[in-house]
């Protein structure tokens, strides 16, 4: 699987856009972007994914590079709840390689 | 979205004996599930592939006579963690794809051997 890259943590302002980023320098043109979040001690959680266009679900929006080596999910309006570690992963889509592989993820900090 | 039911969400064992960790699809089938662990402040490592109706896969550097992955139904997957020791607790947990789209994780176990 393709690498991703994001910084460790992030703080966000409670009822503001909450912006996270991720690297994917070399992913491969069949590997789509997928988004999990976990909120502590909970299971991951599915947010959003795309292959080359731009999502938006009632979740996020998923806005993805013309090169595809990046990515940025914006949570629109945050909230406290959405305090969480926000996992980007690229994988192909379909089959046996259903299997995801976490990264280290951004831990974002809604504050009050 | 679809819902993946684990149980117990939370266990307690003493140190040699065997704990018994379910994972459960309620509302789809699912050939293939995914056993993750997650030390704290850690991310998720795979464990193992579990198939229905045949052998486990598991991650290179993961005992497969230590967790023993069972896939008896398509919507049933177990992992026994078999002569628990302190460093086998953790926070365990299941995952299973709906078709071919995003995966659906469980709530989890946590595992607590002393």
């Known amino acids: 699987d393709a690498k991703t890259t994001q910084p460790p943590s992030m703080d966000c302002a409670e009822g503001r856009a909450a912006n996270l980023p991720c690297n994917h320098s070399?992913?491969?043109?069949?590997?789509?972007v997928y988004w999990y979040r976990q909120i502590h001690s909970q299971g991951p959680q599915y947010i959003i994914h795309g292959l080359k266009n731009n999502e938006t679900n009632e979740m996020a929006s998923l806005i993805i590079t013309e090169d595809r080596k990046s990515s940025t999910l914006i949570l629109p309006h945050a909230t406290l709840r959405d305090t969480a570690v926000y996992y980007c992963?690229?994988?192909?889509?379909?089959?046996?390689?259903?299997?995801?592989?976490f990264g280290t993820g951004t831990l974002l900090a809604v504050q009050p | 979205g679809a819902v993946v039911s684990q149980h117990p969400s939370w266990v307690i064992c003493k140190s040699g004996t065997s704990v018994k960790i379910e994972c459960r699809s309620l509302?789809?089938?699912?050939?293939?599930m995914f056993w993750y662990r997650q030390f704290p402040k850690q991310s998720l490592m795979l464990m193992a592939t579990?198939?229905?109706?045949?052998?486990?896969?598991?991650e290179q550097g993961v005992e497969k006579d230590k967790f023993l992955i069972n896939h008896a139904s398509l919507t049933l997957s177990t992992l026994t963690v078999t002569s628990a020791h302190p460093e086998d607790s953790s926070f365990y947990i299941c995952?299973?794809?709906?078709?071919?789209?995003?995966?659906?994780f469980g709530q989890g176990t946590r595992l607590t051997v002393v």
């Open positions: 995952s299973a794809p709906q078709g071919s789209s995003e995966a659906f």
């Open positions: 070399t992913i491969s043109g069949n590997e789509y």
């Open positions: 509302d789809f089938q699912a050939t293939t």
């Open positions: 992963i690229v994988r192909p889509s379909g089959g046996a390689t259903n299997k995801l592989i």
């Open positions: 579990s198939n229905e109706g045949s052998k486990a896969t598991y």
